[in-house]
């Protein structure tokens, strides 16, 4: 059974919009509705966690969220903008603006220091990085001491909180996350939710977390639970909640 999230949980200030959203593939001569009429509010500056079996769509509403994938059908409202019928061009300039992506495996350039990757988003498009924005993420997210070094010289969860540094230097609308703990081993990994997390509590960013692992959502405000590419659950935590959790450390 789907839960409608339509009108009661969505808001003018949501950062993303999805309405009756549906993504099918073709797999041979079948048909698969990876997604099956997803309507859905992300509010802005909160953690939601997207949850749910392999295969229930997870990467899909993320990928179709970002406009890193077409939709069949349905509407995305991206940060005020319907992205649907955008072209690729567009897109590109989209996701470059609004958004920032962390993955499962870091994706650093190896060639450079910690510091260039975090700046690359912004020096790539032509643009001058803020120091002082740089230098306070690098302090919130605990790297401020590690910015010279190259990935290499890195353990596994400092490299992915450069990538996350890197996500958020831009200051785009939402930063996705895809599994962004898959490749840490627990301790690493619950660095890397808690500087998530302090990134939506302390610099108001939007954060989506697509995870597979319930310890991993437990840091978010909300999560969305799919299963055959609808959402079957909604779920609020409060805070009390979440400082409840076990492993959560803040
Ligand atoms: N590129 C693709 N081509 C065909 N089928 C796909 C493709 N991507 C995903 N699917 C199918 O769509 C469904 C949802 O996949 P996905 O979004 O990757 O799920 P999850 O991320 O939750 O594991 C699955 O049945 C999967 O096999
Ligand atoms: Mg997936």
Request: hydrophobic content about 40%; aromatic content about 4%.
């Amino acid at each position: 059974m789907a839960v409608h999230t339509a009108a009661r949980d969505r808001a003018p200030d949501d950062v993303i919009t999805t309405t009756a959203l549906v993504k099918t593939y073709r797999q041979g001569t079948a048909e698969v509705r990876a997604l099956d009429e997803v309507s859905v509010g992300v509010r802005r500056a909160r953690f939601t966690a997207v949850v749910g079996p392999s295969g229930s769509g997870k990467s899909t509403l993320m990928h179709c969220a970002a406009g890193l994938d077409t939709v069949t059908s349905g509407s995305i409202v991206l940060d005020g903008t319907e992205i649907t019928g955008l072209s690729d061009r567009q897109l590109t300039r989209m996701r470059r603006k609004r958004i920032g992506f962390v993955f499962q495996s870091f994706n650093l350039l190896p060639q450079l220091t910690a510091y260039e990757n975090i700046v690359l988003p912004v020096t790539m498009s032509g643009g001058r990085p803020d120091r002082d924005l740089v230098d306070h993420l690098c302090e919130v997210l605990g790297i401020a001491h590690r910015v010279s070094h190259r990935p290499a010289e890195l353990s596994g969860g400092q490299q992915q909180r450069v990538a996350v540094a890197r996500a958020l230097v831009a200051r785009p609308a939402v930063v996705f996350a895809d599994e962004p703990t898959g490749n840490l081993d627990s301790r690493a990994g619950a660095e890397v939710l808690t500087v998530l997390r302090r990134s939506v509590d302390e610099l108001g960013q939007t954060v989506v977390m697509v995870t597979h692992d319930p310890a991993a959502a437990r840091y978010a405000d909300r999560v969305l639970t799919l299963a055959d590419g609808r959402v079957v659950e909604d779920e609020h935590t409060t805070p009390s909640v979440r400082a409840a959790a076990p492993g959560r450390r803040r």
